[in-house]
């Protein structure tokens, strides 16, 4: 019987599961490449896992931020707590005193300056210091740090 027969005689041939199998026995070779339903399947579970993943990249993202902001503001502060240690309980008049002293204090200068998606501006004197960090992203973001490493954060 050729092939033309059996599919005309057995119709229901082409919607079994096994249909690769007759057509491989029909044609003397293997199909190749994937059915639509096959791809279609594929596309859907990385579709759900990129869906699960993705929102907890923004989380990671947002983690460093604050962390990074965090011990920045801290850094600068317990920084100008050792100076007034050292210094007669008189805090820096201003950022160079940290960074100029030997040994610094501190080995950069963040303030006026946008760092890590936050802008800087830091507040000297004798009497004491306010360093504030507002995230250029969301300007209502708004840490600071004041004399006394009182940390306030949003």
């Known amino acids: 019987m050729s092939a033309a027969k059996v599919l005309f005689l057995h119709p229901a041939v082409l919607s079994c599961r096994k249909s690769e199998q007759i057509v491989q026995m029909l044609t003397g070779r293997r199909p190749r490449g994937f059915t639509l339903v096959e791809v279609v399947m594929v596309l859907v579970i990385v579709g759900l896992l990129a869906a699960i993943v993705l929102p907890q990249f923004g989380a990671i993202h947002d983690e460093g931020s604050e962390v990074f902001v965090r011990e920045t503001l801290?850094?600068?502060?317990?920084?100008?707590?050792?100076?007034?240690?050292?210094?007669?309980?008189?805090?820096?008049?201003?950022?160079?005193?940290?960074?100029?002293?030997?040994?610094?204090?501190?080995?950069?200068?963040?303030?006026?300056?946008?760092?890590?998606?936050?802008?800087?501006?830091?507040?000297?004197?004798?009497?004491?210091?306010?360093?504030?960090?507002?995230?250029?992203?969301?300007?209502?973001?708004?840490?600071?740090?004041?004399?006394g490493l009182a940390l306030t954060k949003p």
């Not at 004798?126 to 840490?143: K, N, R």
Request: charged share 5%; glycine share 6%.
């Open 74 to 147: 801290e850094g600068i502060a317990t920084a100008a707590e050792r100076y007034a240690v050292k210094n007669n309980n008189q805090y820096p008049s201003s950022m160079n005193a940290l960074l100029l002293a030997v040994p610094p204090y501190i080995s950069q200068n963040p303030c006026g300056t946008v760092t890590g998606g936050y802008s800087f501006t830091c507040t000297m004197s004798v009497a004491g210091y306010s360093i504030t960090a507002m995230s250029v992203q969301h300007p209502t973001e708004i840490w600071s740090v004041t004399t």
